[in-house]
């Protein structure tokens, strides 16, 4: 008796615990049964491809399963019909979008063309003045020619255009007729790189196009582009009285994300500050503008308010170019307001799981997006953990509630409210950033710990901007000249966060190495324990795994390859692979003879992953053009600390501008005379020797030394000797090749 006693428990407990949860967690979240049907199929699909079966057999056992949860209407339209769905979008995406016309007629090579094309994208803003930069943007390609013997081919696919700077292009729906080449963009030359290729792939863009020549022919009208030219408008009275090409360009960028204005440097400051994203129009920019519109429709009844405010909001989202951050806010918005328009009860959590499943029905692969994974967990966390916040907050100003209003008197009343209001915002903060941190940890082995303070600082100051914004829209396009006052009132916060973001990146951008995959739903976790939930247990539990994850994170215990590796990188301008040494360990880099700007980032990108915040040392064995890029172009990716050069020559201006460069950065130089070039410090001693296309390098520390030789074949390729301590580690041959490619080997 006692044995089924004890079945009939477990029994029961089973029913009355996980059957009533998922029954009410259905009923008051309907949205969260349909979007874990939709990530049966997507998820699959997605991160395992090999698994072809998976997005079909999936679907079919959560629906077994939700037959006896939810019975069988609800299973039907709450999980089947979704899947459904799903399985018929994924196909399409990957029929439609993952395929062109000139991936058929190219496949994997590159060709010159000559091509009729449009710029369509909407997020340029030309302000009037010249740049020296290359512009990358986005345009449709309408017909291409491989010769002008041949017969123009019709096609309509989308290809990112690389504009030099002599060529003008004046807005969107301009029209040229083009030279230049097609090519796919590269793959990543190591495991963790960012995979720019499979970026653009998955927004269905598989070409970039290297324009040479390119002919205006005339321009193409449209309604959004009518939107576009008052955007324009709007952005020269509202930026008229500012005359620094910077704060322009900051104004374009946090009010309509047109980032075309910002420099490396400034770009820099904001991700090391943790406030890159106030450049990019996302849900804080949409949530903002909405806020600002809500407020000034306040006159209007409440359910009018609810249809205006996401209408409006949308027009400004087309305005912005509706780049996939503002698709995620506008459609959260929308998910929200709607709902309350028709008077329906409606969670905010209930509303972003149901934006979330359809953005995943229009583009599956939005999944493997960092700021598709960005946006939902950060707005996921904020939404589960405001509760618990609250309650929190209540604890700590609780003695003010029973106090009575007459004794507090009017301005005690509106100091503890603005204490709340600051409270609360700083807590959002905390949040968002503890989300943003696991990700950031994971995916640019960046840790920013006063990115909170820089956040709760600007934020308010951005909402001033976005205020003012607001109010000045209609003047504005009435009233250009109103457009001065604006200016001059905007020019205040924008001067704010601009010097806010500029001092916080001096003290921030820690780097980690990049962790392991697993740690990463573990930090998530841990992060709901500790907001999510009422219980003390599970929120003392959720603190001690955070500061076990985040001591794994800092010490790199769990990291695989902490010891020193060794690098060449070839292709491209690189006539002679170029050399980079990471020592984690020891903080210790080295890089040397990089003459080709994919072979700079990827040389960044690979020190930053292992953990390096700047370069020990970078190498130049010429006083040439091509080794002069390198000095000149590494330090805007990557700090570096000393520079070993050549000295110039008199007519290498490349080379006089590169170190004019860096002593004006606070690089120490180490300009020497001759092939053979000497550093030492800190135990470490460095030779290289570059004769006749032969360029050696040993470095020696203690007992150990390191010896590689880099020389040209007789065929124009080139062998690569790799010694330590006189034995032979490595005998390498590499073909003379135009795409980029990286050996890689570990010196220990």
């Known amino acids: ?236 009275s509202l930026t008229s009285a500012q005359k620094q090409p910077s704060e322009r360009a900051l104004a374009a960028a946090l009010l309509f994300g047109c980032r075309q204005g910002i420099s490396r440097e400034s770009r820099t400051a904001f991700i090391e500050s943790g406030t890159i994203h106030i450049l990019t129009v996302s849900g804080l920019h949409i949530g903002m503008f909405a806020a600002a519109v809500f407020l000034l429709l306040l006159p209007l009844p409440f359910r009018l308010r609810m249809l205006l405010t996401p209408t409006i909001t949308l027009l400004y989202a087309f305005s912005t170019g509706m780049q996939m951050p503002a698709v995620r806010a506008v459609l959260m918005l929308f998910c929200w307001c709607i709902p309350r328009a028709l008077l329906l009860k409606s969670s905010g959590l209930n509303a972003v799981l149901l934006a979330g499943t359809l953005l995943l029905l229009w583009n599956p692969y939005q999944l493997k997006d960092a700021g598709f994974q960005y946006s939902f967990l950060c707005v996921i966390t904020l939404i589960m953990t405001s509760a618990q916040t609250a309650a929190w907050l209540r604890l ?187 020592c984690p360990e020891r903080d210790f880099s080295l890089a040397a003879n990089l003459t080709d700007f994919r072979n700079i980032a990827a040389a960044a990108d690979y020190l930053h992953r292992r953990g390096h915040k700047e370069l020990t040392l970078l190498v130049g064995s010429k006083p040439t053009r091509a080794h002069a890029y390198g000095i000149r172009h590494f330090p805007d990716r990557m700090k570096v600390r000393h520079i070993l050069t050549v000295k110039p020559a008199r007519r290498s201006e490349m080379q006089k501008e590169a170190i004019r460069k860096a002593e004006e950065s606070g690089i120490r130089l180490h300009l020497q005379s001759g092939p053979e070039l000497k550093w030492s410090r800190g135990g470490k001693k460095i030779e290289t020797i570059l004769k006749k296309n032969v360029f050696s390098f040993a470095i020696l520390e203690k007992e150990n030394k390191v010896y590689v030789c880099i020389s040209a074949d007789e065929n124009g390729g080139t062998e690569i000797l790799i010694r330590k301590n006189g034995r032979t580690l490595d005998r390498v041959r590499i073909p003379r090749e135009l795409k980029p490619g990286m050996i890689r080997r570990k010196i220990n």
Not at 49 to 65: E, G, H, K, M, Q
Not at 201 to 209: C, Q, S, T
Not at 448 to 455: G, L, S
Not at 473 to 494: D, H, Q, T, Y
């Open 1 to 236: 008796m006692e044995k089924s006693d004890n079945i009939i428990d477990i029994q029961r407990v089973i029913h009355d615990n996980i059957y009533s949860s998922v029954r009410n967690i259905s009923h008051s979240l309907p949205a969260f049964p349909v979007l874990t049907a939709v990530l049966s199929v997507v998820f699959p699909a997605v991160v395992f491809p090999s698994c072809r079966w998976l997005p079909a057999v999936l679907p079919v056992l959560l629906t077994l399963a939700g037959w006896n949860l939810l019975g069988i209407r609800r299973t039907l339209f709450q999980i089947a019909l979704p899947a459904l769905i799903a399985l018929c979008a994924l196909s399409l995406h990957v029929r439609f979008r993952q395929n062109d016309v000139l991936t058929e007629l190219l496949g994997e090579r590159s060709a010159g063309v000559e091509a009729k094309i449009v710029v369509c994208d909407p997020s340029y803003y030309f302000d009037g003045n010249d740049s020296s930069a290359y512009r990358r943007l986005l345009c449709r390609v309408t017909e291409i020619r491989f010769s002008q013997s041949d017969l123009w081919q019709p096609v309509k696919s989308n290809v990112i255009a690389i504009f030099p700077p002599e060529i003008r292009i004046p807005e969107y729906g301009s029209c040229f007729t083009a030279e230049g080449i097609l090519e796919q963009p590269d793959r990543p030359l190591f495991e963790g790189q960012f995979d720019y290729r499979n970026y653009l792939k998955r927004r269905g863009i598989h070409y970039l196009f290297r324009i040479r020549k390119a002919v205006p022919a005339g321009r193409q009208s449209s309604c959004l582009q009518l939107l576009l030219r008052m955007r324009n408008r709007l952005l020269l």
């Open 396 to 582: 700590t100003m609780e003695k003010h509630h029973w106090i009575p209003e007459k004794k507090l008197g009017k301005w005690k009343q509106r100091i503890f409210r603005w204490e709340i209001a600051a409270a609360s915002a700083a807590a959002g903060c905390l949040t968002a950033w503890l989300c943003s941190f696991i990700l950031t940890v994971y995916y640019q082995g960046l840790t920013i710990p006063f990115a909170m303070v820089a956040n709760l600082l600007i934020i308010p100051l951005t909402y001033v901007v976005f205020l003012l914004f607001a109010a000045a829209l209609l003047p504005c396009l009435l009233f250009p000249a109103a457009g001065k006052i604006f200016s001059f009132l905007l020019a205040m916060p924008l001067t704010a966060i601009d010097t806010i973001c500029r001092s916080f990146a001096d003290w921030s951008g820690f780097r980690v190495p990049v962790p392991p995959l697993w740690t990463i739903p573990c930090a998530v976790l841990a992060l709901w324990l500790l907001f999510a939930f009422s219980h003390r247990k599970a929120a003392f539990a959720g603190l001690g795994m955070l500061i076990v994850l985040i001591f794994v994170w800092c010490s790199g215990l769990f990291t695989r390859d902490r010891g020193t590796e060794l690098i060449l990188l070839h292709g491209g301008r690189q006539q002679m692979p170029g050399l980079v040494i990471s």
